[in-house]
T-cell receptor, first 112, second 112 residues
Framework: QKEVEQNSGPLSVPEGAIASLNCTYSDRGSQSFFWYRQYSGKSPELIMF????GDKEDGRFTAQLNKASQYVSLLIRDSQPSDSATYLC????????????FGEGTQLTVNP | NAGVTQTPKFQVLKTGQSMTLQCAQDMNHNSMYWYRQDPGMGLRLIYYSASEGTTDKGEVPNGYNVSRLNKREFSLRLESAAPSQTSVYFC???????????FGSGTRLTVV
């Protein structure tokens, strides 16, 4: 079983819709969760992080965390064509080095 | 403030050649990381350095060596390049406030 799994893509939504990206993780001890956006040919950039159960909102982005279900999601409201990218879920391992484990990513396309 | 700087951006090597990928950060971060990214495989950790003077293997260390030269610099060396090492390599350092990574712009390496 992969440590961090994301819903398989690609995901295509119309402009203005809500895009929902999902991620599950296997390490129950994980405490910190991150969403990165990666445009084609570019490096990943951090867009959201969440530590506590519940929702965290930042503009059009909402991260949701359910530690009991080992589930984290990212909602993008009012999706724009500029949101078209690959979204990477990452989970923080509380071991030496404090390293992130990444999912394979979900490619999102927002159609005008 | 440059963040994380990687050099070179592109490189083509012949099988058996060696090279060093350079990474430097100016954010006074303790931890630095080297990842490779391949289609369908996501980001995989090669080596990391939790602090100056320490290095540890990640998920895919075979064929690579690293040096944490000082707090700013963390280099990745391929002693005898193989076609399987064709990939995009990302260096990252750890931010202190939210534990996320800041990534460099990447090195696209092709081994022929």
């Amino acid at each position: 079983q992969k440590e961090v799994e994301q819903n398989s893509g690609p995901l295509s939504v119309p402009e203005g819709a809500i895009a929902s990206l999902n991620c599950t993780y296997s390490d129950r001890g994980s405490q910190s969760f991150f969403w990165y956006r990666q445009y084609s040919g570019k490096s990943p950039e951090l867009i959201m992080f969440i530590y506590s159960n519940g929702d965290k909102e930042d503009g059009r982005f909402t991260a949701q965390l359910n530690k009991a279900s080992q589930y984290v999601s990212l909602l993008i409201r009012d999706s724009q064509p500029s949101d078209s990218a690959t979204y990477l879920c990452a989970v923080f391992e509380e071991t030496s080095g404090s390293r992130l484990t990444f999912g394979e990513g979900t490619q999102l396309t927002v159609n005008p | 403030n440059a963040g994380v700087t990687q050099t070179p951006k592109f490189q083509v090597l012949k099988t058996g050649q060696s090279m060093t990928l350079q990474c430097a950060q100016d954010m006074n971060h303790n931890s630095m990381y080297w990842y490779r990214q391949d289609p369908g495989m996501g980001l995989r950790l090669i080596y990391y350095s939790a602090s100056e003077g320490t290095t540890d293997k990640g998920e895919v260390p075979n064929g690579y060596n690293v040096s944490r030269l000082n707090k700013r610099e963390f280099s990745l060396r391929l002693e005898s390049a193989a076609p399987s090492q064709t990939s995009v390599y990302f260096c990252a350092s750890r931010t202190g406030t939210n534990y996320g990574y800041t990534f460099g712009s990447g090195t696209r390496l092709t081994v022929v």
